[in-house]
């Protein structure tokens, strides 16, 4: 483990609701202060949730409807210009390059992940 790495105990990580969602809608987000996309997520029982997500240099509108992603979905609703987060897509950073954490089996929406 390096030095920027802290540990955090199983209780802590089994506090994080990690669940898989379809990407059911993408839009612009002119007013976001980073370029980003707005997207809807359907997380099954769990309903549909919406997000800002900064994944422009990687992914087209045209490409996220359908597309099975992994976001936390227990954090409080967070205010982005003036669009409400209610949840946080997981993807790996790279720069200003992110690349969603997806599924690779048609896994059901909600799932959680552990």
């Known amino acids: 483990m390096n030095k920027e790495t802290k540990e955090i105990s199983w209780s802590d ?3 994080i609701e990690m669940r898989v969602g379809t990407v059911v809608k993408a839009e612009e987000f002119p007013e976001a202060k980073k370029p980003a996309y707005k997207l809807q997520i359907d997380f099954g029982e769990l ?13 087209n ?8 992603i992994v ?4 954090f ?22 992110i690349s969603l954490l997806s599924v690779d089996k048609d896994a059901k929406n909600g799932l959680r992940i552990a």
């Open 76 to 97: 409080p609703p967070k205010q982005i210009a003036n669009f409400m987060s209610e949840c946080l897509v997981l993807g790996a950073v790279d720069g200003d390059e």
């Open 13 to 15: 990580f089994s506090k």
């Open 47 to 59: 309903g549909m949730r919406k997000t800002s997500a900064q994944i422009t240099n990687l992914y």
């Open 71 to 74: 976001a936390v979905v227990n």
């Open 61 to 68: 509108l045209e490409d996220l409807p359908g597309k099975k």
